[in-house]
């Protein structure tokens, strides 16, 4: 009589576990903004039949970058030029519009993390965007992805180029220039080798691992433990936020504060600055194939970024 409750307990489990899991993939988030778009799509242009689309997981895979991106999954009108003033997730993507620069990447070459970075491969909202814990390199959103302009524009770093479509990174290199970083910080990408402080010529490709071992987050006012969020504290206030244990009662432990100075900079320019050391890849690391590189004439001028 036990082992047959037992054994109808342990079915009825087993059974409602199942439902459990089916009802949550035929009501998985991505396939209520896929079917949305799909009948905004279907509005837009007069064809109703295209409201009965069938939902599924959309995947841009690319072999030569080695990525699998699955955001258009729920991102469906990101090259539709008809969506521009829809929200997200079904809006145009910025600058595509018109043969707007994003219009020359194209996203069946491209994907999307090569630029955002994150999770290219999770549909679920809290997987994807914002914070999201664990993740070798956090997703970047506006001004953060400007960021990743130099993994194939290697000639962005140079002074006297300006371009104002990642405006943010302009003004950061201009800060670094004028404040004179490379006179401390060894920065390849501007032809510097100073010893006196650390190396940055690599920053933007450490993982968050790599980050939080070297980096003490006890000062950090905000409670993500990220690498952007450290370096925009830091720029505004470092010696709050690394201001050493010079009395600690162990010797072994004391530790020097910063000399960096405090440059009273503003919440904008510390965002720039931010952006700008995240800039700083190590092509090595990156391993973007030469044939995603900007069409110039010759790239030898900036081997020295290599």
Same mark, same amino acid.
């Given at each position: 009589?036990?082992?047959?409750?037992?054994?109808?307990?342990?079915?009825?489990?087993?059974?409602?576990?199942?439902?459990?899991?089916?009802?949550?993939?035929?009501?998985?988030?991505?396939?209520?903004?896929?079917?949305? =778009?799909?009948?905004?799509?279907?509005?837009? /242009?007069?064809?109703?039949?295209?409201?009965?689309?069938?939902?599924?997981?959309?995947?841009?895979?690319?072999?030569?970058?080695?990525?699998?991106?699955?955001? /258009?999954?729920?991102?469906?009108?990101?090259?539709?030029?008809?969506?521009?003033?829809?929200?997200?997730?079904?809006?145009?993507?910025? @600058?595509?519009?018109?043969?707007?620069?994003? !219009?020359?990447?194209?996203?069946?070459?491209?994907?999307?993390?090569?630029?955002?970075?994150?999770?290219?491969?999770?549909? $679920?909202?809290?997987?994807?965007?914002?914070?999201?814990?664990?993740?070798?390199?956090?997703?970047?959103? $506006?001004?953060?992805?400007? +960021?990743?302009? /130099?993994?194939?524009?290697?000639?962005?770093?140079?002074?006297?180029?300006?371009?104002?479509?990642?405006?943010?990174?302009?003004?950061?290199?201009?800060?670094? =220039?004028?404040?004179?970083?490379?006179?401390?910080? +060894?920065? *390849?990408?501007?032809? $510097?080798?100073?010893?006196?402080?650390?190396?940055?010529?690599?920053?933007? !490709?450490?993982?968050?691992?790599?980050? $939080?071992?070297?980096?003490?987050?006890?000062?950090?006012?905000?409670?993500?433990?990220?690498?952007?969020?450290?370096?925009?504290?830091?720029?505004?206030?470092?010696?709050?936020?690394?201001?050493?244990?010079?009395?600690?009662?162990?010797?072994?432990? *004391?530790?020097?504060?910063?000399?960096?100075? @405090?440059?009273?900079?503003?919440?904008?320019?510390?965002?720039?600055?931010?952006?700008?050391?995240?800039?700083?890849?190590?092509?090595?690391?990156?391993?973007?194939?030469?044939?995603?590189?900007?069409?110039?004439? !010759?790239?030898?001028?900036?081997?020295?970024? *290599?």
């Amino acid at each position: 009589m036990v082992k047959h409750i037992v054994f109808g307990i342990s079915g009825f489990l087993i059974v409602l576990q199942l439902g459990i899991f089916v009802y949550k993939e035929e009501t998985a988030e991505w396939k209520g903004y896929q079917a949305t =778009y799909y009948k905004k799509l279907a509005e837009v /242009t007069g064809n109703p039949e295209i409201a009965n689309n069938p939902i599924k997981v959309k995947q841009i895979w690319d072999k030569n970058l080695n990525r699998a991106d699955r955001c /258009t999954t729920c991102h469906a009108g990101i090259d539709n030029p008809a969506f521009e003033n829809e929200p997200q997730p079904y809006t145009t993507h910025p @600058n595509f519009k018109d043969s707007g620069y994003i !219009s020359k990447h194209a996203f069946e070459k491209f994907g999307c993390t090569i630029c955002h970075e994150g999770n290219g491969q999770a549909v $679920t909202v809290a997987a994807t965007h914002g914070v999201v814990k664990h993740l070798d390199r956090q997703p970047l959103s $506006t001004p953060y992805v400007q +960021a990743s302009c /130099t993994k194939c524009h290697y000639e962005l770093h140079v002074k006297e180029i300006n371009w104002p479509e990642a405006d943010v990174l302009m003004k950061g290199k201009d800060l670094a =220039y004028e404040l004179g970083c490379g006179a401390c910080h +060894a920065i *390849r990408q501007f032809g $510097t080798n100073a010893p006196l402080a650390p190396e940055l010529s690599n920053m933007g !490709s450490k993982t968050e691992l790599a980050f $939080t071992l070297v980096h003490d987050f006890a000062h950090i006012e905000s409670e993500d433990h990220i690498t952007r969020v450290w370096e925009y504290e830091h720029f505004l206030d470092p010696q709050k936020i690394v201001p050493g244990t010079p009395d600690a009662p162990d010797p072994k432990d *004391r530790t020097s504060p910063t000399i960096m100075p @405090n440059y009273d900079l503003t919440e904008e320019e510390a965002v720039a600055l931010t952006v700008f050391v995240l800039s700083l890849r190590d092509p090595e690391v990156e391993n973007i194939p030469a044939q995603y590189f900007p069409k110039i004439p !010759s790239h030898k001028g900036f081997f020295q970024y *290599r």
